[in-house]
Structure formats: C-alpha cells, structure tokens
C-alpha cells in the first residue's frame, strides 16, 4: 500500500463569474487527519471535488507525492490512490454490499465470470482489520445508514485508497454512529492512510484533526491546532466571534394550541411506527423530540402534515383535527415544516432558488394572479429571504442544486419561516449549516416562539435539543417515553432513548439499588 | 456551470445527488404515485439525462447523422464508385464525385423541402408549405411527449390517443350536421376529447395503481389500433366504398386551405402554433405548470410542498392526450378529409424523436417538428431530383435518435462537457 503526499498548488475554480475556490494552497501529509474547516459556501466540497477528479480546475496544481498528475475523471483520482465518500451515497440500493463494491471493479475469473468470492473476501479482510463489522451478503436497503457509509469506505479501500476524503460524514450519522466511525478513522490513520474531513461540528474536529485548516471565500485564512477552543475555530471559520451558546428568554407557554392524542401510525405491514403517542406543545413553547433516529420521529412529523397513511387518534391544532387532512390543507392550516432530507423531500434541484422559495406557496394569491405566476413578486421575495438568511448565492435565479448543503438548508427554512404560522415543525433544522448559521437560525427560530407559535423540533443532535428546547419529549421505538424539563441532563435522555421511561430513569440515576428494581420488573410505560 | 467532465459514471450518479444512493442500473420505476416515502424519481434520470440535455447537443446530433447519411449516399452512388476505381491515378476525382454526390442529395432535399427555384411551376418551387403541412400533426403529437415528460412521465401513447382523437372528430365531421365554424370548433373539440380519454386512462391507471405509464401506453395503442380496424368495418365505415374508410367529411367540418387549392396547408397549422403557445405558458408561467414540472423533477419534494402528484399525472396526460388528439383532428380534417386506418402512420412515433430532440421544451419541440417535416417533404424531392432513395431520409431520422439517446456519444465525439452542472451535493 504505502503512504501518499498530497499537495494543492493554487487550486482555483470559477463558476461563470463565482470564483469557489481562490488559489488554494493545501498539504496533506501522509498518514494524517486534515480536516477543512470553513462557511456554508467557503468552496470545501468544490475543493474536494476538484481533488477527486469530479471539477476540472480553472487554475492551479495537483501533486501527487511530489509528482503532478491531472485528473480527468474519479478514476483517475482513484487510480492515484484518491478515494471519496459522499455525503450521498452512491450505492444500488437492491444489490449486496459484495455486488456494490465490485461495481466497475469487477474482478472476473476465467470467461469473464464475476468472481464475487473474491470481493467477498477483501471485504472480511477490510472489515476484520478495522472492526468494520460489515456482511459482503447483505442488502443495501436493509443497512442503517452508518453501515451504508462503511461500506462507501470499503469501496475506496479495496481499490487501495490512500488517502481517503470524507465530506461531511457525520451529517447523516448518529451520535454512536459517529463515535464508530471516529474510531475506524483512528484506525485508518494507523494503517497509514490520510483522511480529508469535513464537518461543521467543531467537536468532532477537534477530536479526530492532527491539522485543520480554514477556508473562507473561497481562501485559505489560516491553520488551526487541534487544541484550539471551539470559540477560536468558530470565530476564525466565520470571521467574526460566534456565541455558540443561545441566550433565550425562559419560555411563557399560553394554551396548548397543538395536540397530539393517541397517536399510532402504522405501516404497510401493520407494525407500529409510533405507538399510542400523547403530548401537546403549547403557544410560544419549543418541544424537542429526541431519541436515536429510527425511533419514528420521522413517522410522527410526517404524519402532522398529512403524508402517512394507517394513521389512529388524533391530532389538534387549535381545535381542528389535522388527521386526514391532505398536506396542503394541513400547510394552510398554518404549518410551517422543513422536512429531514432537503435533498429528497424540501427542495426541487433544478428549479430556481426563487422558485424554491415559494415551492409551497406559489399558490398564494402574493405569488399569483388567477392560474398565471407572478414572477415579479417570486423575484421580490426571493431577493428578501436571501438577504435576510444569508444564502451565498450569486444569483436567485441559479438552481438551487448548485448550492453548497448548508446554503440549500437555509433556502428551505427561510421558505417555512416565511409565512405567519399556527405551528412550526422541523426535522433537523440545521443539518449541514456552519456554526455562524446555526447561531442565526436558532435565534430565528426561537422568535419564532416568541410571537406564540408553537414550535416542534426534531433532531438527532443532543446539543440542538438541549440548546433549543423548553420541553423534551423522548421517543423509543414509536413509543413516548415521557415529556421531561428542556434542562433535563444527558444521562437522563441517554436512558430514556435506551427504552426506560422518564420514572425509570429517573429511578435509575437516583441509585443503584432503585435501579435494579424497575429494571427487572420491566413495568410497561 | 457544465462542468463535469465528460463520462465520468460516479459524476453522473453524482449528479442524481437528491436521491440519495441513486442506482447506477436504475431505470426503472419514476416511484409509484400516492405512497409516502417512495422514492422519488430517480429511476429516469437517464431519460432525464437524454431529454434535457443543451440544445447544442440536439444541433450536433443532427449535424453527425446528416454527414454519416452522406456517406451512405456517396458509397451507394456509381459516380462514387467508379472514381474510386482510380483512386490512384486521379485521387481528386474521388472527392469531386464525392462532394458532387453528396451535395446534389442534400441539394434536393433542401430545395424540395423549402424553395426551389428550378421547379417548373411555381407551385412546385414552395415545398415550404408542404414542410409546414406534413410538420402540423408532429408539432401536436411531439407537445403531448413533451409536456408529458416535463411531469415525470414518459408518454408512448401518442399514437393510440391520436387514433382516438381522429375516430372522434371524424364521426363528428361526417356524422353530424352543424354550421359551417360551430362544425369545424365541434370536430376539434371531439377530437380533443377522444385523446384526452385515451391519455386520461394512462394517466388515472398511473395514479391509482402505479402501473407504468411506457407499458400501459403501449397497451393503450394496440388496442386503439384494433379499435379503429372494428369501427373501420362497421359503425364508421363509408357504405359506399369497399374499402375500411370512413365517409369524407363535410366541408363545413375540415380545416380552411390558408392558402388556396394548390397547397395543402391548412388552418391546423395556426391551431399547432397555438398549442405550442398555450404549452409553452402552461409550463412556464402557470401555477399548473410549476406544479407539473416540480412532480416531474422531485416528486417527494413536491409531495411535501402541498401539491398532489397522482392528481398531476392524470391531469398531464388528459391534456397530452388531448394534444396527440388534435394531431388527429389535422390529420382527418386537414390533410386526409376522412379516417382511415393508417390515420397516425409513424406520427405517434416520430413524436417522440421531435421531442427528444426538441429538448422537451414546447418550442425545441415545434422546430424539431419542423425539421422533421422538412425531411419528409425534401425527401420525395431527393428521391425525384437526386435519384436518392428516400430510405435515406429514414437512415438520417433513426440516427438522429441514436445520437441523441446517447449524448455521452455525442460529449465524447465533440469533447463536449456534461449537461448535469453539480459534482457531489452538500
Ligand atoms: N456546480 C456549481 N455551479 C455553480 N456554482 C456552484 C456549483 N457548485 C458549487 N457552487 C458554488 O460554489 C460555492 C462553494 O460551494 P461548496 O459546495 O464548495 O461549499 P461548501 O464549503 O462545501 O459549503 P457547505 O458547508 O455548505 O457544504 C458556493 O457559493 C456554491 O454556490
Ligand atoms: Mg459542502
């Protein structure tokens, strides 16, 4: 295998008249953890995809262990040792993982037959080296996303990566999931192979960097020890200094204008996805729902806008029963939601960032006159938002697809923020955004509470839930495990999202001896 | 902002980015109808790929199949073949004769297909409105792939829903007794109607059961094809001919000449102009249309927006039915004054080439027609004048759709970029 230098001399890449990349100068050193660190739209991705083969470089260099190479494609890139992981898998969904990593790497045995045993083979080899735990026979589909993102890594593995980029992993990762994957990356580095990582999360930086450095506009400004203070990276990437911590005023609920009542939503086989679910978030009040993913939190959101079916009981808001509403009834009863993936479900990526922004209101008589659009006032809105949520963007009319992630996640809660609401859901509100961003989203959607709208947060992050909420409900496999105090500590919602319901855990860490008793009645919640 | 390189497969994967692990054997499944949490349209992003490639792409596509016709058209004339006999001796003679050949072909076709001063009338000189003639059905059956395909759909049908739309208008036209424009404004509207049912069954079968709109049109065309053979024997057949024709129109029922007896053109065309104006607002500045092109592009996104996207594929392919139904109504009152069999000859199919090459926009779509008017018009010319089989004309179009249903090939012949903008998302 050996190890491998990689060196950008002046790397500059223009899009029309946007210049993404600014003479970037960046060296990554052997057997190191480089992580890049900067904005929604520094030019981080387009750096990256630039190194793999994916953007032809206006300007500038590549060196490959002193040598220059030019890439016309990702093979190239991979043939020089180069291996990526997207944020979105490239994965076929039905075939095996055995299947998938031989994919355009087909080793074939005599007659052109696919030798499958052999890719089977590296990928126990793989998989026991660096304690992957993944099977060459299973289905994509049936994989945690975790699973999946080991499996893109095996990929660039067997085709002998050396060094390894990873865009914003973590994004889509569990907090566990995330652990794991800091430890296989340890363990990458000890084999010898230098990693490129990218994340918003400082934390994570911090833990995993052996260096960092800091784009901004398209520029480097600036390395950064590990050691560093979030504060520091956080003011170095942004340029200015970012409060990582939300002042917000103590909440003062009014009438529980939204009600969840008995909820049970099922699927297509009939299993419960959430389970007999109770609560009620009140006006001018942020409940957080937490709980690992998968634990239905996505079911009960899109259930409030009206996309499930085999949904029982009841949800209220102010008065008026949403179940079996049709999503756009559900909208103009004054819902605000930014759904999980933007990607899949809260954005059109050829469709215009003007037109994105009215994706679900271009109906309304501001945007239209009878059946014929009103492309003034899409305009006029559009240049308003982008102002107002800091979108980098050179224009409103590009599609929203040429967007850095964070930069397309802004464009979707500004259009939910938009509008005057009776209720404000988001799943993940700030997947992909920088830190400054994060600042100013949180502020947003805590005015948002203020005005008396009552707010429904889901994420995934413990930091956002604790940040946010004035209540937090847990939920583990569809069912409620209590609604605690938005100041509850970790180790209680860590229990409760392990199956104890909220007097459990509360037992639980008053003692041990309290403990052992509710454990091993298993009282049902 | 194309910038990809050309070929790449992950950067093309890459650029199905919304869905997440988009599947490189995919192409199957534009995700069924009504179901949450389907998967969007990923399946056709190679469809997507090929139908909203740049137009530059559609331009060399017909510049490379026009050069290999030519060759075709040089190996397959004797003048060619003898010089080559001497190549040696007189190497100069070969591309002369090749040149001559090639340009006395394409000369004709040109000639026949626009003005042609050396025509003896003066009739014969403007086969430009014979171009005009033969494009009018093909701008209207080429709109109903076109708006189709902008909702996700991918419409074979339009040959069935043309055989609908023609039967209907003709039973209007011979069978019913009206004044002279009220007939004429009936015959459109049945014609309309009858494509917009045959479309409207696609459409309601893709919304309600998630059966794929290619086999369900292609079903829906064999039996419309079967349909009109039965009404052809009995209820719609001419009493007086032994052949399965139906009666002619009245006159009161068929389109105007628009410019007298000696041309064929008739008002049906104004009507195709139209339609492509009304597609083109439809598309472009309508609600219906942003609702339409949002389902086609993300369904699930446009699920969540509020927009019901089983409701868009029926109300798509009523009005995509109802233009291939129009095409019909060109046929029967325009050119043909009477219905018969062969009424949607290769028109159903040639739809879907304008399309393609028309990028499936409304206008790319009314000049692709053009263009394929042209070659048919210029083609019988070339045949006459040039002493060049028309088959030649048919080599052209199939490689047309060849090139164009390979746009890596064409990328790759002219070293073009991709047409997909975005590496990796996010
Ligand atoms: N294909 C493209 N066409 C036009 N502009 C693009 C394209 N790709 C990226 N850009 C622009 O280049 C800039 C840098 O984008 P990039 O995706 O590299 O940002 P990033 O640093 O990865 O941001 P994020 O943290 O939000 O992911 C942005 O302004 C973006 O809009
Ligand atoms: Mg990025």
Redo the contacts between chains.
């Keep these: 295998m050996g190890t491998l230098k990689l060196e950008l001399k002046g790397i500059t890449k223009r ?2 008249s946007l210049i993404a990349n600014d003479a970037i100068d960046l060296v990554v050193q052997s057997g190191e953890i480089h992580s890049l660190l900067g904005e929604n739209g520094a030019g981080k ?1 387009t750096l ?2 630039v190194l ?5 470089p206006s300007a500038g260099q590549i060196l490959v262990d002193d040598r220059p190479v030019t890439f ?4 190239d890139a991979m043939a020089a040792g180069i291996g ?1 992981v ?10 095996t993982v055995a299947e998938n990593v031989a ?2 790497n087909e080793a074939t045995g005599t007659g052109g037959i696919l030798d499958l045993e052999q890719t089977r083979r590296k990928i126990r080899d793989i998989s026991a080296k660096y304690g992957f735990d993944v099977d060459p026979d299973a289905v ?1 589909e049936d994989l945690p996303v975790g699973v ?1 993102q080991r499996v893109e890594i095996i990929k660039a593995l067997v085709r002998d990566a050396r060094i390894l980029i990873l ?2 992993p973590t ?1 889509v990762l569990t907090p566990q999931e995330t652990d794991e994957l800091i430890d296989i990356m340890g363990q990458l580095k000890a084999a010898g192979t230098s990693i490129v990582f990218i994340s918003h999360k400082l934390r994570e930086v911090k833990a995993v960097s052996d260096r960092i450095t800091v784009i901004r506009r398209g520029k480097v400004v600036g390395t950064a020890e590990p050691s560093a203070s979030t504060t520091e990276l956080a003011s170095l990437m942004v340029g200015r200094s970012v409060s990582l911590t939300l002042d917000k005023a103590p909440a003062r609920p009014g009438e529980e204008t939204f009600q969840i009542r008995n909820l049970t939503v099922m699927n297509d086989a009939g299993q419960a996805l959430v389970d007999n679910v109770t609560f009620s978030v009140a006006k001018g009040e942020i409940v957080a729902v937490a709980g690992v993913q998968g634990n239905g939190q996505t079911e009960l959101t ?1 259930t409030v ?1 009206g ?3 085999h949904v029982h009981g009841s949800i209220l808001l102010d008065g008026k029963e949403l179940v079996g509403r ?3 009834q ?3 009863s004054g819902v605000g ?1 930014v ?1 999980e ?1 933007r ?9 215009t960032i003007a ?1 994105n922004l009215v ?2 209101l ?2 309304k008589k501001d945007f ?1 006159r009878g ?3 009103n ?1 003034a006032a899409i305009a006029k809105h559009a240049a308003a938002k982008i102002d107002e949520f800091d979108v980098r963007t050179g224009s409103a009319e590009a ?1 929203v ?2 967007l ?3 930069n ?1 996640q802004k464009v979707v809660l500004a259009r939910e923020l938009s509008r005057p609401l009776k209720l404000f859901i988001a799943s993940q509100p700030t997947r ?1 955004v920088d830190v400054g961003s994060i600042e100013f989203l949180h502020k947003r959607i805590v005015a948002e509470r203020d005005q008396g709208t009552p707010v429904l947060i889901v994420s995934t992050e413990l930091d956002e839930v604790l940040e946010l909420a004035d209540r937090i409900a847990v939920l583990y496999a569809g069912r409620l495990m209590g609604v605690v105090p938005g100041d509850s500590s970790r180790d209680l919602l860590g229990l409760m999202m392990a199956g104890l319901n909220a007097e459990e855990a509360q037992a639980h860490l008053a003692g041990p001896d309290s403990a052992r008793a509710t454990t091993t009645e298993g009282e049902p919640a | 902002m194309s910038d990809n390189r050309a070929a790449p497969e992950a950067a093309e994967a890459a650029s199905a980015a919304p869905a997440a692990s988009a599947g490189e054997a995919d192409l199957t499944g534009t995700g069924t109808a009504a179901s949450p949490g389907a998967a969007p349209g990923q399946g056709n992003r190679i469809l997507r790929e090929i139908m909203s490639g740049n137009a530059l792409v559609s331009v060399l596509a017909v510049v490379v199949a026009l050069v290999i016709g030519g060759l075709l058209i040089a190996v397959t004339d004797e003048r060619v073949g003898a010089a080559a006999g001497y190549f040696f001796a007189r190497p100069g003679d070969l591309f002369g004769a090749l040149w001559a050949s090639v340009s006395e072909a394409y000369g004709a076709l040109v000639r026949g297909a626009t003005y042609d001063p050396t025509a003896r009338t003066w009739l014969g000189q403007l086969g430009i409105f014979e171009t005009l003639t033969i494009a009018t059905p093909l701008i209207l059956a080429g709109l109903a792939v076109t708006i189709a395909f902008r909702a996700g759909l991918f419409n074979i049908g339009a040959q069935g829903q043309i055989i609908l739309g023609a039967s209907f208008s003709a039973a209007v036209g011979f069978g019913w007794n009206l004044p002279p424009v009220l007939h004429l404004l009936a015959v459109i509207l049945a014609g309309a109607v009858g494509g917009a049912i045959w479309g409207g069954i696609a459409g309601v079968l893709k919304a309600r059961t998630g059966a794929h709109e290619v086999i369900v049109t292609i079903m829906l065309n064999y039996i419309a094809i079967n349909l009109i053979g039965y009404l052809l024997k009995s209820p719609l057949k001419d009493p007086n001919s032994s052949n399965p024709v139906s009666p002619a129109l009245h006159d009161s029922a068929v389109f105007p000449l628009l410019l007298g007896p000696n041309f064929r053109l008739h008002a049906g065309f104004l009507l195709a102009v139209l339609a492509v104006i009304a597609v083109a607002w439809l598309l472009n500045r309508s609600t219906l249309g942003f609702e339409l092109r949002a389902i086609g592009a993300n369904p699930s996104a446009a699920r969540t927006a509020g927009m019901v996207v089983s409701r868009g594929y029926i109300i798509v392919m009523l009005i995509a039915g109802a233009l291939s139904g129009l095409a019909g109504v060109a046929q029967v009152a325009g050119t043909e004054k009477s219905l018969d069999a062969e009424v949607a000859g290769s028109i159903g199919f040639d739809a879907i080439t304008v399309a393609l090459l028309g990028r499936s926009t409304p206008w790319g779509t009314f000049f692709a027609a053009l263009l394929f008017g042209a070659f048919k018009a210029g083609g019988t010319s070339m045949a006459v004048n040039a002493n060049v089989s028309i088959d030649i004309v048919l080599v052209v179009q199939s490689l047309i759709v060849l090139f164009i249903a390979a746009p890596p090939l064409i990328r790759a012949i002219f070293r073009l970029k991709s047409a997909s903008s975005r590496g990796a998302a996010a």
Excluded: C, W
């Design positions: 899009f029309g991705s990256m995809n793999y083969g994916l953007y032809e016309n494609g990702p093979s990526m997207h944020q979105h898998f490239m994965l076929v969904p039905v075939f994919l355009g994509i999946q865009d914003e994004a899109e806008l996309l499930r079916k049709s999503v756009r559900v909208l103009d939601f759904p993936d990607t899949t479900d809260g954005l059109v990526g050829s469709y037109e994706l679900d271009y109906g239209s059946f014929t659009l492309r599609p697809a040429t850095s992630g964070g397309q992909g």
